[in-house]
């Protein structure tokens, strides 16, 4: 093959003579650092040497799963004053390993998501007082694909970060070309599951917030779902359709129902929650719950702190048809 004999005459910084990378900047140009490949988890410093294979979908990842869990068995051996010494012991969240970090190497938790070009935290972690923090949520995320950083565990129930939450259990994580996914979220599921059968409209029909767009089913019982948003359907998960136990066991991933192109998103997001505020909603549901149980039961001594694998001996006791009508 010949060379190309005008190549040594090209100027130097052409597009078409580097063969080494040159890191030199003009001095006009601010040093940004690039975006994380790594996988999120290595961002809090763990020893992790593992290259991002889900485009940080965190929510679809075996390995997030299994590092998620120990954390979250790690967080509660260290309320309880305990000490883990097995190796996974030192396991922790991002946000808690970052914590540690001086105050000027603390990276913002959407930088380390690969979502935004390097920010420093100046709230400690704390994004629910940040100002960028809400505005990226309130203005960028309406076009952008929402990635997840972990998935929080809420007295035993999954409620992952980055989705938005409708008052009646169902969730919608933002796509792109103003396309949302929506699924049903894990108390829902927990509370009527495990669930025979999940139907939702066929691709081009048109939904309504706020009105019946998904039936699910057990056995002879029937119960509508309302929707979160408003639009068009483009997509229905036929998995989910043909076995609804995918629903129940990954509710936030491949459970979701159905996809719809939404006709005013930025409207329909000011009536769902997200972040703190989805938290909070979750753990009064929760509270109402258990206050369901002890009127129904007697039973008022439920204290474990993982209530979501105790409540579900409890609930025939209550019945269908409340908990939809409590709930739904």
């Known amino acids: 093959m ?20 040159n890191t030199s900047q003009p001095e006009h140009m601010p040093s940004i650092p690039s975006r994380p490949r790594s996988c999120v988890w290595r961002q809090g410093r763990l020893s992790l040497r593992k290259l991002c294979d889900k485009d940080h979908r965190c929510a679809e990842c075996p390995l ?4 998620s869990e120990s954390a979250t068995k790690n967080r509660e051996a260290r309320r309880q004053g305990k000490i883990p010494l097995a190796p996974d012991g030192r396991i922790a969240f991002t946000r808690e390993r970052l914590q540690l970090l001086p105050k000027g190497e603390r990276p913002c938790l959407l930088y380390a998501n690969g979502l935004i070009d390097y920010k420093i935290c100046c709230k400690n972690y704390e994004c629910v007082f940040c100002e960028f923090d809400r505005y990226f949520s309130e203005q960028h ?3 952008a694909i929402v990635r997840p950083l972990d998935v929080l565990n809420v007295r035993g ?7 938005y939450f409708h008052l009646g259990h169902t969730w919608i994580r933002i796509e792109e070309n103003a396309d949302v996914s929506i699924g049903l979220d ?30 699910i089913g057990r056995g002879s019982h029937k119960a509508s779902v309302l929707s979160p948003v408003s639009g068009v359907v483009s997509a229905i998960n036929l998995s989910v359709k043909e076995n609804a136990a995918i629903a129940g066991e990954d509710p936030y991933a491949h459970g979701w129902i159905l996809k719809v192109h939404t006709e005013n998103l930025r409207h329909d997001l000011k009536n769902l929650l997200i972040g703190s505020e989805a938290v909070k909603q979750l753990e009064q549901e929760i509270e109402r719950l258990l206050r369901e149980i002890e009127m129904i ?24 048809k409340r908990l939809v009508r409590l709930f739904l």
């Open 2 to 21: 010949k060379k190309d004999p005008q190549k040594k005459a090209l100027p130097a910084g052409s597009r078409e003579a580097p063969v080494k990378t």
């Open 64 to 67: 997030d799963k299994s590092l």
């Open 141 to 143: 995320q309406v076009h």
């Open 157 to 163: 129930f999954r409620m992952p970060q980055g989705y």
């Open 186 to 215: 894990d108390f829902a599921l927990r509370l009527l599951g495990p669930l025979d059968h999940i139907d939702a409209p066929l691709i081009g029909n048109t939904v309504s917030q706020g009105k019946p767009v998904i039936i």
């Open 297 to 320: 039961t007697g039973v008022s001594t439920i204290t474990d702190t993982d209530i979501g694998n105790v409540i579900p001996s409890y609930l025939p006791d209550i019945g269908w």
